[in-house]
């Protein structure tokens, strides 16, 4: 069975600090995507990671894919306000369609 | 550039009824994937369309239905409606189903109430 983990599931955390998300697959698919949810809005793509070692940077995130580990992380470096929200992984198994497989979902609250 | 768009945002419906949820794709996209999302959990994959023929399916009873007409646009159709296909219903657009190397772009998705 196909399956995406993110942990933590909750993460509360202070201005200014830094954390990390971790996300494991269950596949060997070298595609995994980023994805950010603003409470009753739809979802924003923030990164697509392609292959082994791949390292994207936008602001204040990180990700990175290490393909053998099966494993991605999203880093917040110096977190703000506006980085509050639910955070999804998801990979796209190779079956010949771009589908995707989500997990869970990080959802991150930062406090002034 | 006109993103993706569902509607209706929101709709209610009750148990046994029948529901069409429809979405226009990205212009320039060609692929549109329907996906459920219940509240507190990620989006579980439904089915995919391109060139009007359902491509993939996820694990979804029969109940739930698509099509995809020739400007792209598609519909999805749920009958005999239970109260645990009450969710948030995502459509997402792509350019070829076998485009990885670019994300899936979402609408802002049908909020379905099954009373």
């Known amino acids: 069975e196909l399956k995406v983990e993110q942990n933590p599931l909750f993460l509360s955390m202070q201005e200014g600090k830094n954390y990390t998300i971790y996300c494991n697959y269950s596949t060997t698919s070298d595609r995994l995507y980023w994805y950010r949810q603003d409470p009753g809005k739809s979802l924003e793509s923030l990164f697509v990671l392609l292959s082994n070692g791949a390292v994207k940077q936008e602001g204040r995130l990180m990700a990175s894919l290490d393909t053998k580990a099966r494993l991605s992380t999203l880093h917040i470096t110096a977190a703000v306000h506006d980085l509050s929200a639910t955070y999804f992984c998801?990979?796209?198994?190779?079956?010949?369609?771009?589908?995707?497989?989500f997990g869970q979902g990080t959802r991150l609250t930062i406090n002034p | 550039d006109a993103g993706v768009t569902q509607s209706p945002t929101h709709l209610i419906k009750t148990r046994g009824q029948q529901v069409t949820l429809r979405c226009s794709p990205k212009?320039?996209?060609?692929?549109v994937s329907w996906y459920q999302q219940a509240l507190g959990q990620g989006p579980q994959f439904i089915f995919q369309y391109y060139e009007e023929e359902e491509r993939q399916r996820g694990n979804f009873p029969d109940r739930f239905s698509g099509h995809q007409f020739p400007n792209y646009s598609s519909e999805l159709n749920v009958n005999a409606l239970l109260l645990g296909d009450s969710a948030l219903y995502l459509c997402?657009?792509?350019?070829?189903?076998?485009?990885?190397?670019?994300?899936?772009?979402f609408g802002d998705g049908t909020r379905l109430s099954i009373l």
């Open positions: 998801a990979e796209s198994p190779n079956q010949g369609a771009q589908k995707l497989v």
């Open positions: 997402a657009s792509s350019l070829k189903p076998l485009n990885l190397d670019q994300p899936q772009h």
């Open positions: 212009s320039g996209h060609d692929t």
